[in-house]
Nanobody, 116 residues
């Protein structure tokens, strides 16, 4: 079993920056992929960015060039650096982890509000 704890959300003005963190803990697990998603009110949950075990990354077009995903394998932590934030970035942000055994885990979500 893997537990994910997210942090770093909050209120920020348009054009500002935030960094989200998601730390994984548990016993005897190995992480394959780590990713960030978001869900705005009344909308579906969308994938934003993924970082793979080899360090390669993949981004949704909506955040490419503004958001950067990274991971610290020693700390089992994934980060999402968000810059040039827009009001439409307002959402609950979730991290997702997939282990090498194929199990999927989600964080509890952290709210990001971007004011205009």
């Amino acid at each position: 079993q893997v537990q994910l704890v997210e942090s770093g959300g909050g209120l920020v003005q348009a054009g500002g920056s935030l960094r989200l963190s998601c730390a994984a803990s548990g016993s005897r697990f190995s992480i394959a992929t780590m990713g960030w998603y978001r869900q705005a009110p009344g909308k579906q949950r969308d994938r934003l960015a993924t970082v793979y075990s080899d360090g390669s990354t993949n981004y949704a077009d909506s955040v490419k060039g503004r958001f950067t995903i990274s991971r610290d394998n020693y700390k089992n932590t994934v980060y999402l650096q968000m810059t040039s934030l827009k009001p439409e970035d307002t959402a609950v942000y979730y991290c997702r982890v997939v282990t090498t055994e194929g199990y999927e885990y989600w964080g509890q979500g952290t709210l990001v509000i971007v004011s205009s």
